[in-house]
């Protein structure tokens, strides 16, 4: 099984899906160090050589930033907005989405179970 980054890529699926079980390199990433190392996106994994394993790592660990430093520098981003206490920084905080999400319907996930409350209003005695 090919390692690249500390991660096992599966041999089964093409190098354009299987790079991009990276943390920080997604579909276009992929196809970009692809094309500049003139490797064809369809092959399979299992089908490259041990050579062109190691220039794909190479390549990955000199020009990208990924997994475990790019973790890392994410993590320090959010710390650092929250310390300035930036509305994206207390939105981290808060446990609420981020990015301007509506949040009066959606975002179940972030905002917990809540029960449904009826309108106030007394039912009429019969």
């Known amino acids: 099984m090919a390692r690249i980054a500390g991660v096992s890529i599966p041999e089964q699926k093409k190098i354009k899906i299987s790079l991009s ?10 196809l970009a160090i692809l094309k500049q190392l003139n490797m064809d996106p369809e092959k399979r994994v299992k089908d490259i050589t041990e050579q062109e394993i190691n220039l794909l790592r190479e390549t990955v660990e000199k020009n990208y930033r990924v997994e475990g430093k790019l973790r890392q520098v994410v993590g320090l981003d959010i710390k650092r907005l929250k310390e300035i206490n930036s ?14 999400q509506r949040t009066k319907t959606n975002a179940r996930t972030k905002r917990g179970k809540r029960m449904n ?3 106030g209003k007394k039912k009429a005695e019969k």
């Open 117 to 119: 409350v009826g309108s």
């Open 87 to 100: 509305y994206r920084g207390v939105r981290h905080k808060l446990g609420l989405p981020v990015h301007g």
């Open 21 to 30: 079980y990276l943390y920080g390199i997604g579909k276009n990433n992929a």
